[in-house]
């Protein structure tokens, strides 16, 4: 019969109830433990006259009177004098009492007492004097703390730990040398020095090399000894998790085609200082075996990568198991063509999984050294990895779009089917939103004579290039497809006014000017129709919508070819539309049918909220929500827009107000000024009176004029403006680029700013001459000591360049959409959420 095995008795000993109570959690947990309590001495004198089965005690060093006494009485039975003892000290000093066998701090009972405990039953009893064992020096420090134990004065290092060694790296033994030669303090101190946490040093080794760190000091009394335990803190983790964040936040910025991949793989390997990193390619429905995408070796000499289907460790990770090999106590194997032929010894191989988990491929990245940032290494490097899952599951998606139909093969573009299909979609997404898009059909002029006369291939070539100057033209959210035969279709996203739709068009007929180079060296000159037909202003079908601006681009045609056309509507019809929605216009305040979306502005280096600009939507209860390139002029034209205006201004100062009394960021807050508003001759006191009723302070409020508003059509447009100035609050000018105005115009206004148009923002890395026109307005503005503001932010490209030519501050898709009260409200206390926890600030 097998022998019963009886739990561990561990009695606690202890007045303190928050002590007892975290004894009790930390070992009620494992199942090995019969645990008994005494709180005085008088209460653990009755305990023991029953005899029980002790095997273990935990005592609290509280100093005492009353410890004192229970532990004398504990030592004076003869069943329990040679009972091993835990004792649990303050977190603060950390010394524990003379002749302990084991100690460890409050703080850290949850963690380490079970094991102690375990540790106490193990080793012999302790004598009934003083203890023979030399103490556990780890008890003052977190755990994995690189710590050593000196004597004093001189500070010679008696002990060290296993973390230690490692960090010295094999440069001889550490016991022996002083305090001083080993830790450097940044102050200037000399060793000794008192109790301290968290001191900045340098740990020097014996080769020379230096490790930025900080140490915890502590002095403790070991056998009647006075001694020095230090832990060292090595920080260069710190400052990988560091770089490590920035990768992330810069590895989506990387294309996802093959270059993009292998720009993804330099990345990684800069910022987290590897050797290697090679990314494989291996899709289930591949008989071609693993194929190499990128490979980085930053090694000092060249090296011969053995073949793919030569690689054990390779063929494991392509089965679906991670090898992970980052430090001493790597489970992955070192045998291995590759890991020998590269010499690493640290490293991971990790399986790319597409969102099925089915293995897409595999990502190996390590150095020729070994690692002792493992805990940060290794959930960047899984992070990276998802991101090569992302680019490879989007480029599988791509191939197999292709073989399925849904990509043109000879350009590379979304064909018919596609198309329709993204169309109906940004429909969906528009009528939700009340986005107001376009739509261009673009054709060839003269096509059938280039087949006729020079042959399909080179109407091939021609096709081709007309793609990629098409895509060139249009921003990264907008689609191009090609259509059928010679006809090409785009979608052009959020669109504000008609005019940018205009400059695009404009921009797409221009970059046909110059003559398409043929493969045999001779040219060609091309020209093309465009038609553009707007939703929801033509049409909410997209069959509609294509019909439309294909009935445009006919008339573009019929005008000479080589330019474009916007859809004219039956005149009548239009006109009475227009007619019905200004009635319904003039009772949407009263039906509460307006809203008032917020768009944050960032600071560009930050990217924390500085402001945000007030911006009013119309929510038909049957049209749904109207794009305000269509309302906004219907309320010019006939001067709604003036009791819109201050309905708009009161409402976005009271929410300004109410969001400045929760969260007190001073937020800016901008509302737009038409042409009409400004013309009233009361503006100021409407401003005024706005401002006092809804107590914000007038500072807060930036008024946006835009710049095609001139004296002109306004003839007192700088004494309003100065007057509002006057106030406190602050001159913006909206859109600028876009009008004519004069630098002496721009001089004599009150702005404090100047806001670029997204025209000219969603152009930079497309159009040159729009690049510059952002670099030289950025250095104007800032040499007539105006602050700078980009509209249409869309993607990392923009960032990147207007940070780069010091732009102040930013707006527009790629921090934030505009968005309804509620949900801007979520977005600033999402923010006080991270600011209180010390997170880095999302706009």
């Known amino acids: 019969m097998a022998a019963t095995i009886e739990p561990n008795g561990v009695l606690i000993f202890t007045s303190r109830r928050e002590v007892r109570r975290a004894v009790f959690d930390a070992l009620d947990l494992d199942g090995d433990f019969v645990l008994l309590s005494a709180r005085d001495a008088g209460q653990l004198e009755a305990l023991l006259a029953d005899a029980p089965p002790l095997h273990v005690v935990v005592v609290c060093a509280d100093g005492s009177a009353d410890t004192a006494q229970g532990l004398r009485i504990l030592r004076a039975s003869p069943a329990y ?18 002749g302990a066998l084991d100690w460890l701090r409050t703080g850290a009972i949850a963690a380490e007492l079970a094991q102690r405990v375990r540790a106490a039953l193990q080793v012999p009893a302790a004598p009934a004097g003083p203890a023979a064992t030399r103490s556990d020096w780890r008890f003052a420090f977190d755990a994995g703390a690189a710590w050593v134990v000196a004597s004093t004065p001189d500070g010679c290092i008696l002990d060290s730990g296993a973390a230690m060694e490692r960090l010295w790296a094999g440069s001889g033994p550490v016991q022996g040398r002083l305090l001083s030669e080993v830790f450097v303090l940044a102050n200037g101190s000399g060793w000794p020095v008192p109790d301290g946490d968290a001191m900045p040093c340098l740990l020097r080794r014996p080769d020379g090399g230096q490790i930025g760190g900080e140490v915890d000091v502590r002095h403790i009394v070991d056998h009647g000894a006075h001694r020095i335990a230090v832990a060292f803190r090595d920080l260069r983790t710190v400052d990988v998790a560091e770089r490590a964040l920035s990768l992330l936040a810069v590895l989506d910025a990387c294309p996802s085609d093959d270059d993009g991949m292998s720009e993804a793989a330099a990345l990684l390997a800069d910022a987290l200082e590897l050797d290697v990193v090679a990314v494989w390619s291996a899709l289930p429905e591949s008989e071609a075996g693993p194929e190499v995408l990128a490979r980085i070796w930053n090694g000092p000499t060249p090296v011969e990568w053995p073949e793919a289907g030569d690689l054990p460790l390779l063929k494991v990770c392509l089965g679906g198991e991670p090898l992970v090999r980052l430090g001493d106590d790597g489970d992955a194997p070192l045998a291995d063509p590759l890991v020998e032929a590269l010499g690493l010894r640290t490293y991971v191989l990790l399986p790319l999984l597409d969102e099925r988990r089915s293995v897409i491929g595999a990502v190996l990245a390590g150095r020729c050294r070994p690692s002792n940032d493992a805990r940060v290494l290794a959930p960047a490097l899984r ?26 093969t000879l350009t590379g573009l979304p064909n018919r089917l596609l198309f329709n299909d993204r169309l109906d979609t940004t429909i969906r997404e528009a009528e939700r939103t009340g986005e107001c898009f376009a739509t261009l059909l673009v054709d060839l002029d003269r096509f059938k004579g280039i087949n006729e006369t020079l042959g399909h291939a080179v109407g091939d070539q021609v096709l081709t290039s007309v793609a990629k100057r098409l895509r060139a033209s249009v921003r990264a959210s907008d689609t191009v497809a090609r259509y059928a035969g010679d006809e090409f279709t785009l979608i052009l996203r959020h669109i504000i006014k008609r005019d940018d739709v205009l400059r695009i068009a404009e921009k797409v007929v221009q970059a046909m000017e110059l003559p398409l180079s043929l493969d045999d060296g001779s040219e060609l000159q091309a020209t093309i129709s465009v038609g553009i037909s707007f939703f929801p202003d033509d049409a909410v079908d997209g069959e509609l919508l294509l019909r439309h601006a294909d009935e445009a681009m006919y008339g573009a045609k019929s005008l000479g070819r080589n330019n474009y056309q916007i859809y004219a509507a039956n005149v009548d019809a239009a006109q009475q539309q227009q007619a019905e929605l200004k009635v319904r216009l003039r009772h949407a305040v009263r039906n509460e049918e307006l809203r008032v979306f917020y768009q944050p502005q960032v600071e560009a280096e930050s990217e924390d909220i500085v402001g945000m600009e007030a911006l009013v939507r119309w929510e038909h209860p049957e049209l749904g929500m109207i794009s305000p390139g269509f309302f906004i002029p219907l309320a010019e034209a006939s001067g709604l827009i003036v009791p819109i205006g201050e309905w708009v201004l009161r409402t976005a100062c009271a929410q300004a107000r109410a969001w400045e009394d929760r969260y007190g960021l001073g937020l800016r807050l901008g509302v737009n000024l038409s042409a009409v508003q400004l013309m009233q001759p009361n503006l100021a006191a409407v401003v005024a009176n706005a401002l006092r009723d809804t107590r914000l302070e007038p500072g807060q409020l930036e008024l946006e004029v835009t710049e095609s508003i001139s004296v002109k059509t306004v003839p007192h447009l700088v004494e309003t403006l100065d007057a509002l100035h006057a106030m406190g609050c602050r001159i913006a000018i909206d859109d600028f680029g876009t009008g004519a105005a004069s630098l002496d115009y721009l001089r004599r206004l009150p702005a404090d700013r100047i806001k670029i148009d997204q025209s000219f923002v969603r152009n930079i890395g497309v159009d040159p001459d729009d690049e510059a026109i952002v670099r030289a307005t950025i250095d104007m503005a800032h040499r007539l000591k105006r ?21 102040d501050e930013l707006q527009g898709y790629l921090f934030c959409r505009p968005l309804p009260t509620a949900t801007f409200e979520k977005l600033l206390g999402e923010r006080e959420r991270l600011v209180s926890e010390g997170q880095a600030i999302p706009a």
Do not use: K, M, W
């Open 81 to 98: 004098a040679a009972l091993p003892i835990v004792y649990v000290v303050d977190d603060t000093p950390g010394v524990a009492p003379e």
């Open 383 to 408: 992070a990276a990895t998802a991101r090569f899952a992302s680019a490879l599951e989007l480029r599988r998606a791509r191939e197999q779009g292709r073989a399925r139909g849904l990509v043109d």
């Open 787 to 807: 602050g700078v503001v980009a509209e249409g932010v869309e993607i990392e490209q923009h960032l990147h360049f207007l940070r780069a030519n010091g732009c």
